[in-house]
């Protein structure tokens, strides 16, 4: 697929069925034009869902759903007029055109001549996730894992499993006259257990998927390899004891641990709060802001990731930005609200959780690039400590830079060797602090198996995250336990 | 150009009216197709949301919701299915949709609408619906003010990022091949803000908010902007504290999401997945004695007030937890015959919750408990309802000797849910009725505080 054809297929989605075409939406970036409006678009989206699931041994819920709409968007300096309609008939969106460019004091522009399409690359397959399998194929494949997951110790006494399907197919027309379309394809595949031993009983969850179809679940032992995973999670903490309290050296394990960087210095990094001046990082572009061992990446170019677009919700191909290079803010990630009003481009990191809400500067596939230490080696740099491989997810306060991130599996550190399992327990500290000690870096980068959602003010989309095993000199771990003396 | 809010002035009643048609022809539709039972919700809201930072405006949105979700049963066979079109023909392809499903999926017995006998039938007049007539100039004006008395409140307000103005009106209708087909319509309104304090030491934020269903229940908003301020200002000068064991007050805001987590783990789904630590816990000690948690579903103006619950089941008081004791769990028809026991008009969720209690001044449970943590701020997910292990990130305020000394930011706090509910020793009566669940400042005996 080239983005051309990407372009023809979407308009062929998203106008024919309301006999809309060129000559309508030209109209509509007309009425969208003022002269004190700087730019204005409209975010034609179809998007469809998928899903089955299983529990109790049974495909008990299966759930289908078809949205689709357009956002209409107006922007006067730093004022933004906006409005959606879930309908892409004519009158929706003149409604919705008048609405969102009642922010402008001046009467209608000149509007957009012919459109022209906008070049990028192609990042992902154009696959239906949905019809790439039978139903009864999907309803085999959960009773398949589900068996698989029982069969693999008696202690496992419940299973879960889901697998969840989008398709989303987009187009971008704003009033310079550039269109651009996207077809993305979104798989995913979760398991939880439930194992019990003696009264006690834990869970473990794993997952994974990307921009593709669900070939990776029928021909490969992915989904087997999700299940196994689940119940070894839940196996280990069936054993563990109380987490200590306090600061100590935290070893992070390589792949979805990366949502530490997410936390710790990807929001912070987002052009909105560094135009207003409002993250933790604000003004410090140039200067030290992590160990010299960090260096950390948005890419959004790596082919089939969940993170990745060929270009973003406004139109812009995605990109590879580096944030910080060796320790050294150098770029912060943009729309392109923020960029023009940075005087900046944007990096193609405008992002949307659908054509009912407005873009923002978000993050695609985050991820800390590969150092030099063996990871056995960073394990035996720590006398006594903490060696956290999985999370349940993070959260952060940008503008004071503190954030937390709730470790699933994690072992305590005694004399250089992982020792017994810990519970759960929410790590906390100041992103700026925490990248500075950051003092041991692995060779053992991996990027996350594919189950990032992230939110941000009341918005979600998918992303990835990616690590090597580091080491942290100190942050503070949030168990019951005894601070390790 | 005007400004336009979208069906703002819309006739809740004609609304109304037009959706239950809409649930009417989707109903006949899939009894037409061979489902044995079907239900429906249908939903329509508008609203206008406007932002403001330092001063000017910033946003200005129209919001404007409307699609249908349709259950069919094939016997015992489930299929779901949703679509924002409600035209003819997104009908017929939803419905059709919904039907192929129910025929890959397998048969479950606890399938299947509620009862008939327990639909609904008098539907109380709740006081949900009173709109604000407040147009955009007007709303602007409102959040500048809000932001103005932020910024006035201290000099060591550095920065915003803004104050919102929304409203909202909306109309949802449930109906099912019982026969039950009802409209329920409101509105909610909110005035919020977000103030910036600043010092050497860095920046901290803080919000403050107000919402209603009736805009002249709105709290001052002025005083919105102030306490965001106040609150933010309260934030600068945090000092570390030694990591230990410690009496934790959770603020009220706080202390409704604490109470969320035990309703939580008496919730239906999570009982029969076996995903709580509080499995066959009916008639068992889960909280301190002191403690009651009442849902008051018919609150007039209540911001969760329903007349009946997402399966058309008449929803009524009732006491979930009544002096510690788990009285009731919350459950729907499907997640109560999964467990052989009845519906407790919880579907989708409860109704007004109150913590029951008896209340005593915020300043006296602080000299109470000595010394320990104030906690008025919570991050992260790290509750795991299967064990009841807690472990969040928090900010707030040192008590020594019974008085506050300095915020206190980037610590945790840690413990089995099952020794917090027991160990709440007192409750506030600073009660935050901005919320589903409704509680005062609440005072637990011992937590592990690490920092």
Not at chain 2, 199 to 205: K, T, W
Request: proline share 4%; charged share 25%; glycine share 12%.
């Amino acid at each position: 697929m080239t983005s051309t054809s990407v372009i023809v297929s979407a308009r062929q989605a998203l106008w024919d069925p309301d006999e809309i075409g060129e000559p309508e939406v030209t109209g509509l970036l007309g009425r969208l034009s003022a002269k004190d409006i700087d730019t204005g678009e409209l975010f034609f989206q179809l998007l469809r869902h998928e899903a089955w699931g299983l529990e109790d041994g049974k495909v008990k819920s299966g759930a289908y759903s078809v949205d689709r709409g357009v956002g209409v968007r107006a922007i006067s300096g730093e004022k933004t007029g906006f409005a959606y309609a879930d309908s892409i008939a004519l009158p929706a969106l003149r409604e919705a055109t008048e609405a969102a460019r009642s922010i402008a004091r001046t009467g209608y522009g000149s509007g957009a001549g012919a459109l022209t399409g906008t070049a990028a690359t192609v990042r992902y397959a154009d696959v239906d996730p949905i019809t790439s399998a039978p139903e009864d194929a999907k309803v085999a494949l959960l009773h398949r894992i589900d068996g698989f997951a029982r069969g693999l110790d008696p202690r496992v006494s419940e299973v879960v499993v889901r697998v969840a399907l989008d398709c989303e197919i987009n187009l971008v027309v704003s009033t310079d006259g550039l269109m651009s379309g996207d077809a993305r394809p979104m798989a995913r595949f979760d398991v939880m257990v439930l194992a019990e031993q003696d009264g006690r009983r834990e869970r473990g969850v794993s997952g994974g998927g990307g921009r593709f179809d669900t070939a990776w679940l029928f021909d490969t032992d992915a989904a087997e390899e999700y299940a196994r995973e689940a119940v070894r999670i839940a196996l280990v903490n069936l054993d563990a004891v109380d987490a200590p309290a306090g600061a100590m050296p935290v070893v992070l394990g390589p792949g979805w641990p990366g949502v530490l960087l997410h936390e710790a210095v990807g929001h912070g990094l987002e052009g909105d709060f560094n135009r207003k001046g409002t993250s933790a990082f604000s003004g410090r572009m140039g200067e030290v802001v992590a160990s010299e061992l960090c260096t950390v990446i948005d890419d959004a170019t790596l082919a089939d990731r969940r993170g990745s677009l060929s270009v973003d919700d406004e139109g812009t191909p995605g990109q590879r930005t580096t944030l910080i290079e060796n320790g050294v803010l150098v770029g912060y990630m943009q729309d392109k609200h923020n960029a023009r009003l940075m005087g900046a481009e944007s990096t193609g990191n405008g992002r949307r959780q659908s054509y009912a809400h407005l873009p923002m500067p978000r993050m695609t596939n985050t991820f800390l690039a590969p150092g030099e230490s063996e990871p056995d080696e960073i394990i035996a740099s720590v006398d006594k400590g903490v060696y956290a491989v999985s999370f349940g997810g993070g959260q952060v306060d940008i503008t004071s830079g503190k954030f937390v991130f709730s470790a699933t599996e994690a072992y305590l550190i005694e004399g250089g060797q992982v020792g017994p399992a810990i519970r759960g327990a929410t790590l906390i500290g100041n992103g700026p602090e925490v990248m500075q000690r950051v003092s041991m870096v692995g060779d053992d980068f991996k990027l996350d198996g594919g189950v990032g959602i992230c939110g941000k003010d009341g918005q979600t989309i998918p992303v990835g995250v990616g690590q090597p095993t580091l080491k942290i000199d100190e942050i503070t771990v949030g168990g019951t336990g005894a601070a390790l003396a | 150009m005007k400004p336009v809010v979208p069906q703002q002035d819309t006739d809740p009643a004609a609304l109304a009216a037009s959706l239950k048609d809409l649930v009417t022809r989707i109903l006949e539709e899939a009894k037409r197709q061979g489902a044995t039972a079907v239900e429906v919700a249908a939903g329509d809201s508008s609203g206008l949301l406007v932002s403001v930072r330092k001063g000017e405006l910033e946003t200005v949105e129209f919001t404007n919701d409307r699609g249908f979700g349709i259950t069919v049963y094939v016997g015992v066979r489930k299929g779901n299915a949703s679509t924002s079109d409600a035209g003819p023909d997104a009908i017929r392809d939803t419905v059709r949709a919904a039907l192929n499903i129910a025929r890959y999926t397998e048969e479950d017995p606890c399938n299947g609408l509620a009862d008939a006998a327990l639909m609904a039938q008098h539907i109380p007049n709740l006081d949900l619906h009173h709109p604000w007539d407040v147009d955009v100039p007007g709303a602007t004006d409102r959040a500048a003010e809000t932001e103005a008395a932020g910024f006035a409140y201290d000099d060591r307000i550095v920065n915003s990022e803004g104050a919102r103005v929304a409203t909202a009106r909306g109309c949802q209708v449930y109906g099912n091949s019982h026969g039950f087909l009802e409209a329920a319509w409101g509105t909610r309104h909110s005035t919020s803000c977000l103030m910036i304090a600043g010092d050497a030491n860095g920046m901290q934020p803080e919000d403050w908010y107000t919402v209603s269903r009736d805009p002249a229940d709105l709290e001052d908003h002025v005083e919105v902007g102030r306490e965001a301020a106040r609150r933010a200002v309260g934030r600068l000068g945090c000092r570390p504290v030694q990591t230990g064991t410690y009496p934790v007050l959770f603020a009220a805001p706080v202390a409704a999401g604490l109470i969320s987590h035990l309703l939580a783990a008496i919730g239906g789904r999570a009982l029969y997945r076996r995903e709580s630590y509080l499995l066959d816990s009916l008639g068992r000690q889960a909280a301190t004695q002191a403690i009651t948690l009442r849902e008051e579903p018919h609150r007039p103006k209540g911001l969760a007030s329903a007349g009946y619950d997402g399966d058309g089941v008449a929803t009524r008081a009732k006491t979930f937890i009544d002096e510690g004791v788990v009285a009731s769990y919350v459950l729907d028809s499907y997640s109560a015959r999964r467990l052989g026991m009845t519906t407790t008009a919880n579907a989708g969720g409860y109704f007004n919750l109150d913590v029951v209690a008896e209340t005593r001044p915020v300043l006296e449970l602080m000299r109470d408990m000595g010394t320990g943590l104030l906690v008025t701020s919570l991050m992260g997910q790290g509750v795991n309802l299967v064990t009841g292990d807690y472990s969040r990130g928090a900010g707030g305020v040192w008590i020594a000797d019974g008085e506050p000394r300095h915020p206190v930011d980037e610590v945790t706090i840690a413990a089995n849910l099952d020794d917090v509910y027991k160990g709440i020793v007192g409750c506030g009566d600073d009660v935050d009725r901005r919320g589903n669940i409704q509680t005062g400042s609440l005072l637990v005996r011992e937590m592990t505080v690490a920092n």
